[in-house]
């Protein structure tokens, strides 16, 4: 792996290289292995939480996590092209606008003991502003290449606070065009529900329940590229135990086995109709 610049990123991008960095800042990192039509993002995956914050914040370590998406890098490691958040989303949130990046409070609790400084602020969302150059400069090479592209959008989300049942699976496609995309999004679903789970977990999806695709990846992405789908993919946190932290690596591993071959055969069927032929 490279330690990388934003811009040093954006020039081997611009250049077609292949690379596996990791942001100056250490903030997100990027992996492409070869150039093709679909990557992977997981913006919510990070955990590092910068130090100079950690005697302003309310919330503990595992009060931060438990709102993290962890394990949603490793879900889609394997396929060719990933790019992924470093950075707790209590530092700065990569699926909210620049302007909402920074919380004043989560999920019901103020965040911070006295108001941020300006130039921590700064130091965020100069983060922010760095991932989405990237991820612009990736994009704009792949519809470049390929006439279209498809993002597979990941998340996780804590199915024991709902008070009735939800999907292991939800897709979220609010904010994608359904007169052009509708049939990609449920044939997606389809796919997802056809995962096999360790234990006998049923693999139930749904499309708009827990979650609607509102966030800012999904919607940048959308509005400034006419033709690259993003699929705001959700899984419940199914793997783990989300009160505790612990990890299940055996259902982490099952999930990663079967996106590798099931999500390369989603994206081709999305090119055949959408690429460049």
């Given at each position: 792996m490279l330690r990388l610049s934003p811009q040093e990123m954006i020039q081997k991008i611009n250049a077609q290289?292949?690379?596996h960095g990791v942001a100056t800042d250490?903030?997100?990192?990027?992996?492409?292995?070869?150039?093709?039509?679909?990557l992977c993002g997981a913006v919510?995956?990070?955990?590092q939480f910068r130090q100079d914050l950690w005697e302003k914040c309310l919330h503990t370590?595992?009060?931060?996590?438990?709102?993290?998406?962890p394990c949603t890098k490793q879900m889609v490691q394997s396929m060719p092209i990933v790019i992924a958040g470093c950075d707790s989303r209590f530092e700065y949130d990569l699926n909210r606008a620049?302007?909402?990046?920074?919380?004043?409070?989560a999920w019901g609790k103020q965040l911070?003991?006295?108001p941020l400084t300006a130039?921590?602020?700064?130091?965020?969302?100069v983060k922010h502003t760095n991932f989405y150059k990237v991820v612009d400069a990736l994009v704009s090479k792949i519809e470049s290449l390929f006439g279209a592209a498809i993002v597979y959008d990941m998340h996780s989300y804590n199915w024991k606070r709902w008070d009735r049942a939800v999907p292991v699976v939800n897709l979220g496609t609010h904010n994608i065009d359904n007169s052009r995309y509708s049939a990609f999004a449920k044939a997606w679903c389809e796919v997802l529900g056809s995962i096999d789970l360790p234990y006998g977990i049923e693999t139930t999806t749904a499309i708009n329940d827990t979650f609607q695709g509102n966030g800012y990846f999904l919607?940048?992405?959308t509005q400034n590229f006419s033709n690259t789908l993003v699929l705001a993919t959700e899984f419940s946190k199914i793997y783990c135990d989300e009160y505790s932290g612990v990890i299940f690596p055996e259902i982490v591993a099952a999930i990663e086995a079967q996106l590798k071959v099931k999500m390369p055969a989603h994206a081709k069927e999305f090119y055949s109709s959408q690429g460049s032929k």
């Open positions: 290289e292949t690379f250490y903030s997100f990192t990027l992996k492409i292995d070869r150039y093709t039509y679909y919510h995956d990070g955990h370590t595992q009060e931060r996590w438990y709102e993290e998406d620049p302007e909402v990046a920074i919380y004043q409070d911070w003991k006295e130039s921590q602020k700064e130091e965020s969302l919607k940048y992405i």
